[in-house]
């Protein structure tokens, strides 16, 4: 079984649309990390938010915002008003154990102009 | 200044050849790793060295070896390279030690790999 699943390959908006990027995960461990990370079409890989499993508070970092749901497994994010340089594939990760960490497929978000 | 850097960015060869990678990070972090993406963009771990040593070694064929003269570097040697090894190989490193829980992990820009 995949530890983290990115349902979404592919999401096509246009500017100004809000999108959600869902992602999955599992693990049995109590305590535990989750990760965003872009990869824009230039090829490196961004980080952009770390959760740990004790704070189930959601954040927000102006466009983007992240809803971490425990009852569920679910660590969604959302850009809202979404611009072309938001294209890129998106990554969710899950750390575990010592230096265990788990990448799921991606999704890969265009904004059309 | 660059916080983890691999050299070279490109990297083009011919079946059969033995190449090397090179990553260095400036951060002063404990933990480095060898990550493979493919044409899929699916990441895969393939080493995790911590402090010089060896913790994490996935089912990776053994034409692969990764040798970190030091915390700060992490190499990673490819020997008889196959059509399949064409990738973009990702070094990242992060600030855990000891027993402590993962951190963050930072990226390099990757190497693309082409196999010929």
């Known amino acids: 079984a995949q530890k983290v699943t990115q349902a979404q390959t592919e999401i096509s908006v246009v500017e100004k649309e809000d999108v959600t990027l869902d992602c999955v995960y599992e693990t049995r461990d109590t305590t535990y990390y989750l990760f965003w990370y872009k990869q824009p079409p230039s090829g490196e890989l961004v980080f952009l938010i770390r959760?740990?499993?004790?704070?189930?508070q959601n954040e927000i970092s102006g466009r983007y915002s992240w809803n971490f749901q425990k009852s569920t497994s679910s660590f969604n994010f959302t850009i809202t008003a979404s611009q072309v340089v938001d294209s890129a594939v998106y990554f969710c990760a899950l750390s575990e154990g010592f230096n265990k960490f788990y990448f799921g497929s991606g999704t890969k978000l265009n904004v059309k102009p | 200044d660059t916080a983890v850097s691999q050299t070279p960015k490109y990297l083009v060869t011919q079946m059969g050849n033995d190449k090397s990678i090179k990553c260095e990070q400036n951060?002063?972090?404990?933990?480095m790793y060898w990550y493979k993406q493919d044409s899929k963009k699916f990441l895969k771990i393939m080493f995790s060295y911590n402090n010089k040593e060896l913790i994490i070694n996935e089912t990776v064929p053994n034409r692969f070896s990764p040798k970190s003269p030091d915390k700060a570097h992490l190499n990673l040697h490819i020997n008889s390279l196959e059509l399949g090894d064409s990738a973009v190989y990702f070094c990242?490193?992060?600030?855990?030690?000891?027993?402590?829980?993962?951190?963050?992990?930072?990226f390099g820009p990757g190497t693309r790999l082409t196999v010929l």
């Open positions: 959760r740990n499993s004790f704070d189930e």
């Open positions: 951060l002063g972090h404990d933990t």
């Open positions: 990242a490193s992060s600030p855990t030690s000891g027993g402590a829980r993962t951190d963050t992990q930072y």
